[in-house]
């Protein structure tokens, strides 16, 4: 028998045993026998092997709680339940299918992102709008359990968790999502003022008092702001509904002004007035929101405030792991998803992002972009498999039964980039002939490097189909097309379904690019 100390805080002793074994599958032999001792503050860890690689047991006890408790172990631990947690987990799972998983939620119902301003007319109801991460887990044979991480041991590989219990893993993804900003004004902490939270029973709160509002502001005009705008409307025909902006248009940060022109009358249609170019200064009242004061001196009447103006990363517990953020705040990776614990991955909203055009840090934030990440960190868990290009932002809405879809960069971000560009337009009937039922016009914005024909960017409006349309443009953009790629390539069209080849939206958009290139 020996002993000796290996790190701090970590002794180990092993023996040498001898095993019988009648079975001549299983000869007998001499074996080791190793016992590590490890603390690690307030636990100490017990683990017996057998020949230094087979884990026999492993036991936590915790000198601030009473008694012995086993420690549970797994392969793959994941720490959150939305989009790329349980993508992540079940990406895994497909990847390595002898492993051990455990995902760890917080929450025991998990909103379903993009679903969020829908609830409040068209679906009606938060608890319509879940994930079902239970059923998901159970069906792909991970487990899953609600508790909350309250902090990670990077050199024992534990987790600890709220409940007290303790978690060993080999390899750890963070997928901890990302909380909306709540900008320091005064008066945000008055009643009735909101922001979009994915936790079911405030998004039932904020739905009750929406419903009995007679003046609601919303502040911010992206997709937050202009779904929310919409619903407030089926949900209240009568109630006043303003929404404050301080560009010049509603979703100017992802079309080009005259996409954005078309958003902006769509809203006003519906009766949505519309406060452009200005800046909330404060909210005012008296226990309870009554006012919107802004920067130009004027004032919003409202008894309901909701805030979209955006998110930003849910960082504490890989701070408290001491893992290193990037520029914008997020959980610094690789293109692996990795971060420079090379056991630990991070996906979705608190991990930092990179341009897909130039590599420089990205502040998007998307389901999409969440579900790509969490794909790639779950394949390369225990090799590297898959890696990231970088982000390019495909986004789609829908705005008085108008589809608006972009991907990569507006005409206006690629030239403030310094690129030169090229752009090529094209509009027809979604159906051909166009008096095919559900025949709606299509309009289609391709944009183009310059220098190279390489696609960058595309913008679509019009009939619904350009949601999925926008996918296509997206891949285009990843694979680096150009527009004689796009005006030879080979698609499917059918005239209950598309328009007709002759007239093919992308095909000839990307034709007209290469015209005004050529002159």
Known sequence: MACGKNGAGLLSVHAYLFIYSSDTKYPARMAQIYLTYAIYGDMIILELYIDTEIL???????????????????????????????????????????????????????????????????????????????????????????????????????????????????????????????????????????????????LTDMIDKICVAKDICIIGCGFIGVEIAEECRIKCPNANITIVEMLNHCLQLVYDEEFCVLADEKLTDQNVSLMLNEKVEALAGNGTVDTVKLKSGNTIKADLVIMGIGTSAQVALAKQAGLELGPIRGI????????????????????????????????????????????????NLFEPKRMNSGVIGAFSTVIGGTAFAAAGLTETQARNKGLSVVCGMSESVNRHPGCMPGGAKLKVKLIFDAKTSILIGGQITGALSGGELINVISMCILHKMTADDMAIMQVSTHPALTASPIAYQLVNAAEAAIAKKGK
């Open 56 to 202: 026999l047991a492993k036991i936590c006890y915790n000198k601030n709680r009473k008694g012995q408790c086993e420690m549970k172990q797994y392969d793959v631990v994941v720490i959150g339940g939305s989009a790329a947690g349980a993508t992540a987990a079940i990406t895994a799972r497909r990847h390595y299918p002898d492993k051990s998983i455990l995902l760890i939620r917080k929450e025991s119902q998990v909103p379903i992102p993009c679903g969020i301003p829908y609830v409040i007319g068209t679906v009606g109801d938060a608890k319509k709008n879940l994930i079902p991460v239970d059923t998901m887990m159970a069906g792909n044979k991970i487990d899953a359990t609600v508790d909350e991480v309250t902090a990670i041991d990077r050199d024992s590989c534990t987790l600890s968790l709220l409940s007290g219990e303790s978690v060993s893993y080999d390899r750890l993804i963070l997928s901890t999502g990302s909380s909306p900003i709540i900008p320091r004004l005064p008066g945000t902490d008055l009643d009735n003022v909101f922001a979009i939270r994915k936790d079911v029973p405030y």
């Open 332 to 379: 610094k990776v690789n293109r692996r998803m990795q971060t420079a614990d090379d056991k630990i991955f991070a996906c979705g909203d608190c991990a930092e992002k990179v341009s897909f055009f130039d590599g420089e840090p990205s502040p998007l934030k998307l389901a999409s972009i969440a579900t790509m990440e969490a794909r790639i960190a779950g394949a």
